[in-house]
């Protein structure tokens, strides 16, 4: 089973997430800086570090951008339930 490790940050809509995209990818703001002070998932405390998981443990979209896109990479806005998500997924076997 593959697995993984991947941070993400999580809002309420998809226009803030562009604009942390946007400041991220600028070096504006960090990742980790931007996901303590923006992120609604208590990851965000750990700069939105989710740590190590396995294929099927998170929502598909969500899976679909860590074990299918390139890595170290910003992705998103990327809509589930839960919200808007920036995802970028540190290393995967």
């Known amino acids: ?6 941070r993400h940050i999580l809002v309420k809509t998809e226009k803030l997430a ?4 946007k400041e991220i990818k600028e070096a504006e703001i960090t990742f980790e800086k931007a996901a303590k002070k923006y992120s ?4 965000g405390k750990k700069g939105g570090d989710l740590g190590t998981f ?5 929502v598909a979209e969500f899976d679909n951008v860590v074990f299918s896109k390139p890595l170290n990479i910003v992705h998103g806005p990327i ?3 839960f919200g808007f998500h920036l995802i970028e997924t540190t290393w995967r076997k």
């Open 1 to 6: 089973m593959a697995k993984a490790s991947a």
């Open 18 to 21: 562009n604009k942390l995209k």
């Open 40 to 43: 609604k998932c208590p990851s």
């Open 54 to 58: 396995s294929t099927g443990q998170m």
């Open 79 to 81: 809509k589930t339930l």
